[in-house]
């Protein structure tokens, strides 16, 4: 049997090679499974700015070349999920880098996201379900840490529930995106399971969550 191929869209202040790092204990739980195939978002991240969403391990340092998905302040070119804006920077040029990766990459069954990583899956399924996107195929998503985005332009992305199938993961101790927080995405989907785990703000893969991920994954198999 093929293993499924899977998308993975990283967190802010990440890139792709780095969560291919910190999602190491993920590819060997799920590797007869899936394959997971990273992309890098195209908006670099200033060094310098407070805040860092980079905790996907315990310990974890900066990443080099930090990139981001867009930016929910235009001026600074910073980005906060707490942040309330009008207009965000960027999405067009994520929308393309994914648009790229599919035709170039895919077919990919399904779509992973982490942190704003996750936020933007949520808004790439919508693009998928409204038409907009005809390049897109994907069968499933999951999305660990996810949120809504409180930028009022991408409001539209929350206009009606999804059909797609997908899997949202919280930790119980996460300080960057409270549980509160991804449970307020789990009304935009129709199809949904829930793993909540005890731990923080990182992708959850020990033994006791392969069970949750797997007969997830079976229904695409």
Request: hydrophobic share 40%.
């Amino acid at each position: 049997m093929a293993p499924l191929r899977v998308l993975c869209i990283h967190g802010y202040r990440q890139n792709g090679s780095s969560f291919r790092e910190k999602t190491g204990a993920l590819r060997k739980l799920l590797k007869k499974q899936v394959e997971l195939v990273y992309l890098s978002a195209p908006l670099p991240v200033k060094q310098d700015i407070p805040g860092n969403e980079n905790n996907s391990v315990p310990g974890a340092g900066r990443d080099e070349d930090p990139r981001g998905w867009w930016f929910s302040d235009i001026q600074a070119q910073s980005f906060s999920a707490q942040q309330q804006c009008d207009e965000s920077l960027g999405l067009d040029e994520s929308m393309s880098a994914v648009r790229e990766a599919v035709i170039v990459q895919g077919p990919f069954d399904g779509i992973l996201g982490f942190s704003q990583g996750a936020a933007f899956v949520a808004m790439l399924c919508s693009l998928q379900e409204q038409r907009l996107e005809p390049e897109f195929s994907f069968r499933f998503a999951i999305l660990v840490a996810g949120f809504r985005s409180a930028c009022m332009e991408h409001q539209r992305f929350y206009s009606t529930p999804l059909q797609i199938p997908s899997l949202h993961v919280f930790g119980l101790e996460d300080r960057v995106i409270p549980g509160n927080m991804s449970r307020e995405l789990l009304p935009f989907f129709q199809d949904t399971q829930v793993l909540i785990h005890p731990g923080g703000h990182f992708v959850p893969a020990v033994s006791a969550h392969r069970q949750t991920y797997q007969d997830f994954l079976k229904r695409f198999q």
